[in-house]
């Protein structure tokens, strides 16, 4: 938040929302918490292709940049 990288912070505030849909106290196991972002990256591979696959360059570029954020963790 303080670096002001919007993208990110996006990301990181879709990711906690998935976590939260499954569980609304957050109490998760390490394991659960991977399992949901291993799903959320495989749906960003998908769509990604998809956009590829369709011409949508700018959808894709915006894809791109939020799977590089979702496989940092």
């Known amino acids: 938040m303080k670096s002001k990288d919007k993208i990110t912070l ?3 505030r879709m ?7 499954v569980n609304a106290r957050g ?3 390490d394991q659960e918490i991977i399992k949901i972002f291993a ?8 769509a990604l292709k998809l956009a590829v696959d369709n011409d949508r360059k700018e959808t894709a570029d ?6 590089q954020v979702v496989s940092r963790y």
């Open 10 to 12: 996006e990301v990181l």
């Open 15 to 21: 990711m906690k929302s998935k976590i939260m849909t």
């Open 27 to 29: 109490d998760l196991s």
């Open 39 to 46: 799903t959320y990256e495989k749906n960003l591979k998908e």
């Open 62 to 67: 915006e894809l791109n940049i939020e799977l």
